[in-house]
């Protein structure tokens, strides 16, 4: 009996104490809840607070502002309704006259050599082929000399050949000498070749060369001589510079620089207008020849060239003009400059989304004329803008 009561005391004392260890463990875990709850419920009403701000005349929500019906900015602010119109796109540029490089030579002698006549005059027109001038030059002589040469040779085993070919066939010749005559006929045939081609690239007509004769040098174009420094007597080196310079100037380029923000007009268009100082009032009407496919990193432009015609040779290379750029019309988006606002590398307008709710949206624009700004995106025709008073909606926000 008495091992039973101790049996049992002990059992309710072993629990009592269990219940003395968990409780204090488990109130700190209900009181740690209790916190997480409120710092979670914290966390929300902050994030709540950051995606919408609250005042009295305005709330916040992302890139919308919204004005209460009692705001005192609703007075400043003036709206625009957005709508296409035509415009047109006109700049000035400034160019220089070059000469066209094909029907533009400078001429210099093809070997070292002595000027022994001149055929031209400054200012003489010519054609392809026509004479310049003549040198003495030794190298000339001797490329003369291996051509003759070269050609007596193949001339000599052309005949072998010839001579063994009609031995074979009747029966008397040798296949091995038949066979060592065509290879001698192939390799002088080659150096003739070889021969022939130093010569020709100085446009020299092999029918007519004599040896010992002098070099004549011919104009490769048609034009006119506009710069002359052939001097008889005088002894010119292989790498001189050029002593004769013949151009085609009929027609010729003005090269223009046209900004990064406007090669999109420039594709569209056919005539320019070109003005040069010495003829003032006058407009010779150009064409675009051509569009530079790199941009100029450092001007940030493009280079065009442009063809004019020149027959009364009003232009002169060096000179230079003025382009006027003039685009067709096309209906665009045109709004008040002012109500373009700028943010780092970005512009946006704001756009009334609903009665006193603003948008703020970001935009591209193109030209600027005078007061206005032309819209390539970020606007539809109809839509309302905030033309005047938005400094008061960025103030707010």
């Known amino acids: ?179 060592e005559a065509e290879t001698e006929f192939e390799i002088k045939k080659t150096a003739l070749a070889n021969a022939s081609a130093s010569l020709n690239i100085f446009n020299i007509d092999l029918s007519k060369i004599k040896l010992g004769k002098p070099l004549v040098i011919q104009s490769p174009i048609k034009g006119e001589i506009i710069s002359n420094q052939i001097v008889i007597g005088q002894y010119l080196k292989e790498d001189a510079e050029p002593i004769a310079i013949v151009a085609g100037l009929s027609k010729i380029w003005i090269v223009s620089q046209v900004k990064e923000k406007d090669i999109y007009h420039i594709r569209a268009m056919d005539q320019v207008e070109v003005q040069v100082s010495g003829i003032p009032g006058k407009s010779i009407s150009g064409k675009i020849f051509h569009i530079n496919e790199m941009v100029d990193e450092d001007t940030r432009s493009v280079e065009i060239l442009i063809e004019c015609d020149n027959t009364d040779r009003t232009l002169k290379p060096g000179m230079y003009a003025t382009v006027h750029y003039k685009d067709v019309p096309i209906q665009s988006i045109i709004i008040p400059s002012k109500a373009i606002f700028q943010q780092e590398e970005n512009q946006y307008v704001f756009v009334q989304i609903e009665k006193n709710k603003y948008q703020k949206r970001k935009v591209e624009t193109a030209d600027t004329t005078d007061s206005n700004v032309v819209i390539l995106s970020g606007l539809e025709n109809g839509e309302i803008i905030v033309n005047d008073g938005g400094i008061y909606l960025i103030k707010e926000q």
């Not at 005949?159 to 066979?179: A, F, Y």
């Open 1 to 179: 009996m008495h091992m039973k009561r101790l049996t049992t005391f002990t059992k309710r004392e072993l629990t009592n104490r269990i219940y003395v260890k968990v409780l204090p463990v488990f109130y700190t875990v209900s009181i740690l809840c209790i916190f997480i709850v409120i710092i979670a419920f914290t966390s929300c009403s902050n994030t709540e607070v950051d995606n919408e701000s609250q005042h009295e005349d305005y709330y916040i929500r992302g890139d919308t502002i919204t004005l209460t019906e009692n705001s005192n900015i609703l007075s400043r602010i003036v709206l625009h309704t957005v709508s296409t119109q035509e415009y047109k796109a006109e700049w000035n540029t400034a160019g220089v006259v070059r000469a066209i490089p094909n029907s533009y030579a400078a001429i210099a002698p093809p070997f070292a050599g002595r000027v022994i006549r001149s055929y031209v005059k400054l200012g003489q027109k010519v054609n392809p082929g026509s004479p310049l001038f003549e040198i003495n030059a030794p190298d000339f002589f001797s490329a003369q000399k291996n051509y003759f040469d070269t050609e007596q040779e193949f001339r000599q085993v052309e005949l072998s050949l010839r001579r063994q070919q009609d031995l074979l066939k009747n029966g008397v010749g040798v296949q091995r000498e038949l066979e």
